[in-house]
């Protein structure tokens, strides 16, 4: 399987602030990497796929980047509804693990 | 607009088997590259991928679970169900559906989940 791990586990941060949370992926996953937020109760929202694609309806303050086995996932300025945990996953192979979340706080 | 919702028991025994199902409306399981992936959270912690279906009828599984699960559609229903056996207390988890974007392999649209407590 392909391990994926993400940086920092948790992460406390004000409104207006730019965060960035961090990907690696134990081999080279090309750009298959989706990037996902969840907030408590419920179902995972899709923000960014392909490492850089920014899913439909999804705000342009969310940004993507990287390739191989580094990935990053930017919020430019945060709001007040950012504050949620995110995933990556990866999609080159089967299984499609998932990183073990990022919990993103109010400073 | 693609929309899923996951059902099936809330309670199970330890031993028993879980059939949970998902059905689905805004696409078709028919179509080329299409999938619906299962995908379970238990409380307080991550994502775990379990299983998927495509269109063609492949289906690929989590290799810790490979022997405890079984995915199978009905594209008259627009359903797809999930039986997992041997059910254990660690596998109380939240469990949701998810369509997949063909190509990219992302989950753009994901059930409500459904939750499962296994317990005696």
């Known amino acids: 399987d392909i391990q994926m791990t993400q940086s920092p586990s948790s992460l406390s941060a004000s409104v207006g602030d730019r965060v960035t949370i961090t990907c690696r992926a134990s081999?080279?996953?090309?750009?298959?990497l989706n990037w996902y937020q969840q907030k408590p109760g419920k179902a995972p929202k899709l923000l960014i796929y392909?490492?850089?694609s920014l899913q439909s309806g999804v705000p342009s303050r969310f940004s993507g980047s990287g390739s191989g086995t580094d990935f990053t996932l930017t919020i430019s300025s945060l709001q007040p509804e950012d504050f949620a945990t995110y995933y990556c996953?990866?999609?080159?192979?089967?299984?499609?693990?998932f990183g073990q979340g990022t919990n993103l706080e109010i400073k | 607009q693609i929309t899923l919702k996951e059902s099936g028991p809330t309670l199970v025994k330890p031993t028993q088997t879980l059939t949970l199902t998902c059905t689905f409306s805004?696409?078709?399981?028919?179509?080329?590259?299409?999938?619906v992936g299962w995908i379970r959270q238990p409380p307080g912690k991550a994502l775990e991928w379990l299983a998927l279906?495509?269109?063609?009828?492949?289906?690929r599984y989590s290799p810790s679970l490979n022997s405890r699960l079984t995915i199978t559609k009905d594209t008259s229903k627009n359903q797809v169900v999930l039986t997992m056996t041997n059910m254990d207390p660690v596998d109380t988890a939240t469990y949701y559906c998810?369509?997949?974007?063909?190509?990219?392999?992302?989950?753009?649209?994901w059930g409500q989940g459904t939750r499962v407590t296994v317990s005696s």
């Open positions: 998810a369509h997949r974007i063909p190509l990219r392999g992302a989950f753009d649209m």
């Open positions: 805004g696409f078709s399981l028919t179509t080329s590259r299409v999938g």
């Open positions: 279906i495509y269109w063609n009828d492949d289906k």
């Open positions: 081999q080279t996953i090309s750009s298959y």
């Open positions: 392909a490492a850089s």
């Open positions: 996953q990866q999609s080159y192979i089967t299984p499609y693990t």
